[in-house]
């Protein structure tokens, strides 16, 4: 069973970047495809990024592509969130996820594997 502890987060000025990193444990990294959500008050848990076990393949939800690039290193059993551009509406608390599915999914019930979050609060 793989456990999960993100780190990275902080606080930054509108257009700023920051970058998450996710390190795994207790498992086999490189057979779970992994993920990132985020939450804001109030509002349901959604979709950032995911990427493929070995990193070949990624995608993104349309609010972030472009702005935002999911990596992964394997031999460091961690995966990354670089965010850039960031815009106020990117607060929330980031969590990253493991899944053992091999298409791309992207509700956080496909993902079995959860870190505690990490908080990003984006100023104006």
């Known amino acids: 069973q793989v456990q999960l502890v993100e780190s990275g987060g902080g606080l930054v000025q509108a257009g700023g970047s920051l970058r998450l990193s996710c390190a795994a444990s207790g498992g086999t990294f490189s057979s779970y495809a992994m993920g990132w959500f985020r939450q804001a008050p109030g509002k349901e848990r959604e979709f950032v990024a995911r990427i493929s076990r070995s990193g070949g393949t990624t995608y993104y939800a349309d609010s972030v592509n472009g702005r935002f690039t999911i990596s992964r290193d394997n031999a460091k059993n961690t995966v990354y969130l670089q965010m850039n551009s960031l815009k106020p509406e990117d607060t929330a608390v980031y969590y990253c996820?493991?899944?053992?599915?091999?298409?791309?999914?992207?509700?956080?019930?496909?993902?079995?594997?959860w870190g505690k979050g990490t908080q990003v609060t984006v100023s104006s």
């Open positions: 996820a493991a899944s053992t599915r091999y298409t791309v999914v992207t509700t956080p019930r496909e993902y079995g594997y």
